[in-house]
């Protein structure tokens, strides 16, 4: 079981950056990945890292503006996201899992994290 601690949302103004982080506690060798949850909407994959071998997946709309990382001596992956803009603005969830073979999907995550609002003003 992983317990886990996102931090870092807040508000800021649209072109402006953000960097989450989501501390992991307990057994830690998971695939690790970010969700967003804008209100009224479905949880939606933004994305994810591979324990192994750091690759990286990411939803077309964030590409080229957001980037995941993980320092494992830390237990902590990070979200850089950049050039925010509105529709950006959502609850981010950390999440830990098992990816298969193909792209990230929702049910590949079993331990969540209790959000961390991030708020983008136009």
């Known amino acids: 079981q992983v317990q886990l601690v996102e931090s870092g949302g807040g508000l800021v103004q649209a072109g402006g950056s953000l960097r989450l982080s989501c501390a992991a506690s307990?057994?830690?060798?998971?695939?690790m990945g970010w969700f967003r949850q804008a209100p009224g909407k479905e949880r939606e994959f933004v994305a994810a890292?591979?324990?192994?071998?750091?690759?990286?997946y990411y939803t077309d709309s964030v590409k080229g503006r957001f980037t995941i990382s993980r320092d494992n001596a830390k237990n902590t992956v990070y979200l850089q996201m950049n050039s925010l803009k509105p529709e950006d603005m959502a609850v981010y969830y950390c999440?830990?899992?098992?990816?298969?073979?193909?792209?990230?999907?929702?049910?590949?995550?079993?331990?969540w994290g209790q959000g961390t609002q991030v708020t983008v003003s136009s």
């Open positions: 999440a830990a899992g098992r990816l298969g073979l193909g792209n990230p999907r929702k049910t590949d995550f079993g331990s």
């Open positions: 307990g057994r830690t060798f998971y695939d």
């Open positions: 890292i591979r324990w192994t071998s750091g690759m990286t």
